[in-house]
């Protein structure tokens, strides 16, 4: 008789309670060690963004408008801009919560888009290299996410709400989540419109995975395209204008992103901001330059034993869509490069982890370079602000709360910070002239380059009532009064000089 067969226990399974236990608590953790560092790092890197009431230009149009949306104002109809409106109405919904005074919230809530967005890499490098690589990628990121002008990463301003959902998007296409993806696309883009850039990697993970896998591409397409249209038509419904949505978010700025300018100043620059964010991310981008210098000369590149090697074509797709849209617009501002940041770090931690440099230098670099940063931030030349502070309580104080103003320039905080309605839609000049700060040039600068019908919405609304004071803030930009007639008349005709500050002139109506 044969014997019985000897039965043999099963092995453990991962499901088993005890190791479903002990799994939950390495990855609890890992975590609970890992954020607090990176949340401590995150606010301390941007402490000095609470030193200023405004540090951008762009917190001032945004502040005015949430108020201006407050008081009964309709986006993309009687209040305008070129961006899209879930920062508008972030900064809205901060006011009516905390009042309009004063930019802390949303410079507390700019600490948690960067805490979320060094969470979400520490997440992707994690789960390709390895733990110390996570926790490494989220403290560089915190690192050199201040290594720009302070201008331009202490503000609170659309780059920096826009790349949590950024990262979130590749997180998600590399988990082949793609209905998941295609929503953060959608929400990267409904911040700032460069944002949907990352779909372009999303898209090559998804080819890539159908090629590679043979998975239902057709089926992973339709999602990632549902997932997009789905919170753009729901933004479209909830706006009362979305034919004014499509214009000036889409269809309206063609005049403003073209070829025309100073090419010489455009090219210094964005050759000038890249070498400020190289110097701030040397530490961890020359392994990246080492691996690609070894592999042009064709030598084999040395990896530590044990060190799995995975592909970074993903990460390269990424640098590259990011790269389109900072050139987009061709205007180089300092904050358009933040959205390098997030896949420049994935590489450089990547060169890292799979060769042979050791973490301690890149560290070390990094953090005195953000130490320098952070040194600049805190002692950054006043003399605009003071200059801003200065107009603005001279407005003030020539006007009363019900009064409306003017400001003809390219400073729409003054309105925020002299606490006075605008006159007008166009918080900018920019709007009538077609004038950019990033093109500082007269070329196609004048009242017929202006957005379509927008001098007869001037006109309209000066109609039904002129503003006390007018802030000629333009000094000698191309769009100075005595090259547009139509300011220059008014002024002329119905206003009176009553202070002048620097290269400021402010007038008030005669009675």
Known sequence: MLDSPTRVAPPARLTDRPHRRLLGHVRTGYWTRVVPVLTLLAVVTHIPSFIRPVWSPDEGYLATQARMLAGGGVLYDTVVDRKPPLLPWLYEACFAVFGSLSLWPLRVLAIVAHLVTAILLASLSRGRWGNRAGAFAGALYLLI??????????????????????????????????????????????????????????????????RHRGVAWKSALAKVCFGFALPIALVAVILTKPKGFLFWVVTGSGDYASLDGAWLQMLG?????????????????????????????????????????????????WLLSSVIAVCTGFHFFGHYYLQLMPPLVLLGVGAVCTSRIRWRPVLVYTTVAATVFWGLALFWPGQK??????????????????????????????????????????????????????KDTAQNVGEQYSVADA?????????????????????????????????????????????????????????
């Open 455 to 511: 001098w007869q919405a001037f006109d309209q609304e000066l109609s039904a009532g002129l503003p006390e004071v007018v802030v000629d803030d333009s000094g000698h930009a191309p769009y100075q009064p005595v090259l547009v007639p139509r300011i220059e008349s008014l002024l002329d005709s119905r206003y009176e000089v009553v202070a002048v500050n620097a290269d400021t002139v402010i007038y008030r109506l005669k009675k």
């Open 385 to 438: 602000m003071n200059h801003t502070t200065e107009v603005a309580t001279t407005i003030a104080e020539q006007t009363t709360p019900k009064d409306k103003v003017l400001v003809w320039g390219m400073h729409p905080e003054l309105y925020w910070l002299s606490d006075r309605k605008p006159v007008t839609r166009y918080l900018t000049a920019g709007f009538l002239t077609n004038y950019s700060g990033g």
């Open 145 to 210: 996410s201040i290594g720009l002008s302070p201008e331009d990463t202490q503000a609170a301003t659309f780059e920096v709400f826009m790349l949590p959902a950024m990262v979130a998007a590749f997180r998600y296409a590399e988990r082949r989540r793609w209905l998941a993806a295609g929503i953060a696309v959608a929400l990267c883009s409904l911040t700032k419109q460069t944002g949907g850039a990352v779909l372009m990697p999303v898209l090559w993970m998804l080819w890539q995975d159908a």
């Open 269 to 317: 620059r964005a050759l000038g901001n890249a070498g400020i964010l190289l110097a701030a991310a040397l530490g961890f981008l020359a392994p990246v330059g080492r691996r690609l210098w070894l592999r042009y000369r064709g030598r084999p590149v040395q990896e530590p034993a044990g060190q799995e090697h995975g592909s970074t074509a993903d990460l390269w797709v």
